[in-house]
């Protein structure tokens, strides 16, 4: 199994960091690649072995999800509607998808299930320093997770992806007056 992540937008470089705005949406997008030992791509339904126990694995799903980078400490993202009024915040759900798909070749046009996509996302809280010399910068990880679903209907949690250390600042620099 391999997760093929695109971030699309939203973080950018700063001091060699990869960093983002709290208050600024970005957007992932992830398939997965799923061979047997043959080098065939797999067909559902197959089967699992964990714990010396076999499984049938009836679907995939992928999830999104953050952490501070020095532990395992969740951190909260949120995830708005479409609409520009104050809507709902949701807390990302993992996305039904299927084995196959490219991030970098997707149109967005139709729901084939190769390819999910989190959109409109943003990190709960920023991360300790943003940029003060005084202390030790704080960094966040991002997760994509891939979860196999069983025909007794349990989500299993197969591969994973995580990001290079992140940087979310609170405010630009703009924001405060020059001392």
């Given amino acids: 199994l391999r997760v093929h992540p695109k971030v699309d937008r939203g973080f950018f470089l700063a001091d060699s960091d990869w960093t983002c705005y709290r208050r600024n949406y970005f957007q992932v997008s992830a398939s997965f690649s799923a061979t047997d030992a043959h080098g065939q791509e797999v067909e559902l339904p197959c089967m699992m072995e964990m714990d010396n126990k076999l499984y049938t694995v009836t679907g995939f799903a992928l999830g999104i999800s953050a952490r501070v980078g020095n532990g395992e400490r969740a951190v909260d993202l949120i995830q708005h509607t479409p609409k520009r009024d104050k809507g709902p915040q949701l807390v990302p759900q993992p996305r039904p998808v299927r084995a196959g798909g490219n991030p970098h070749q997707y149109s967005g046009i139709g729901s084939n299930n190769l390819v999910a996509t989190f959109e409109r996302l943003q990190f709960k809280t920023a991360t300790a320093n943003n940029g003060k010399r005084r202390a030790a910068q704080q960094y966040y990880i991002l997760n994509l997770d891939l979860f196999a679903t069983t025909e007794d209907g349990h989500h299993h949690k197969v591969a ?8 979310v600042r609170g405010r630009s620099p703009g924001h405060y007056a020059d001392g």
């Fill in 160 to 167: 994973f992806i995580e990001s290079a250390p992140l940087v």
